[in-house]
């Protein structure tokens, strides 16, 4: 004997659907997140190149972007089916889905706004000149030398805020606070030099671990000093906004510790 049909009996297929789906998202975030956040570590510690590495954020993106999609059908069908458990494990992967895509997608949007630099310093005329990390920098593809005015002018459009520090203190005690502060920041120091006003070391970015190198010059000026910082990236043609920060970064923990800049 045919047994009923049951109007409570009609969701199911749809509580099925909206189960495989919201699983299928889950699994496909995960991936896409994993695919985001692991190539920086691993290209970091050399287990992968670089271009493999980009490639792989690229597609752990494009990946976010499909699974987004995916979890909001699925969380369209928990709904109809009223299945509140199902809609949040879809909800889950529609998070997961952005949290792959929205930071790749934020860095891209930067690069475009931020100028195509990799070179910053609070003097853009007489930029302070590395020397002890020269050799360092001996297979960098990027030159040491500043590029002059065509990159100062894109600087000072980018970053108006980036200018010379000027401290009632001698530049000797200057100098001191400068390394303190640098060492905090967990730059390592390659030259310490009180007798010319110079502290030269390389900070490295959190994700990848690219290196950028840091000069910090510091004179006399009136009854107190001026100081100078120059941070420029080793590799890559825009360090999108990184150097900048680095260098608000410092100033301002420089003068948390020594007061506020004079003028």
Do not use: C
Request: net charge positive; glycine share 10%.
């Amino acid at each position: 004997m045919r047994r009923p049909h049951h109007a409570g009996s009609r969701p199911a297929p749809r509580q099925h659907w909206a189960r495989a789906i919201a699983w299928l998202s889950i699994a496909g975030g995960v991936l896409a997140l994993l695919a985001v956040t692991l190539p920086g570590p691993l290209y970091r510690y050399g287990e992968i190149g670089l271009g493999t590495a980009f490639g792989a954020i690229r597609r752990g993106a494009m990946t976010g972007i499909g699974v987004i999609a995916l979890a909001l059908l699925g969380l369209l069908l928990a709904g109809l089916a009223r299945q509140r458990r199902l809609a949040m494990y879809a909800a889950f992967g529609v998070l997961l889905g952005v949290l792959a895509f929205v930071p790749p997608w934020w860095l891209a949007r930067q690069a475009g706004a931020l100028p195509a630099i990799h070179d910053i310093s609070t003097d853009t005329v007489n930029p302070p000149p590395f020397v002890a990390i020269l050799p360092l920098r001996a297979n960098a593809p990027n030159s040491p030398v500043y590029g002059g005015a065509e990159v100062a002018a894109q600087q000072h459009a980018a970053y108006p805020d980036i200018q010379p520090l000027h401290f009632g203190q001698p530049p000797v005690a200057v100098l001191a606070a400068a390394a303190s502060v640098a060492s905090a920041m967990d730059w390592k120091i390659v030259a310490d030099r009180a007798d010319d006003g110079r502290l030269e070391a390389t900070a490295a970015t959190p994700w990848f671990g690219f290196k950028d190198d840091v000069v910090i010059r510091v004179q006399a000026y009136g009854s107190g000093s001026r100081l100078d910082i120059r941070s420029e990236s080793r590799l890559g043609g825009s360090d999108i906004g990184a150097n900048a920060a680095r260098i608000r970064d410092f100033s301002a923990r420089l003068n948390k510790r020594l007061g506020h800049a004079a003028d």
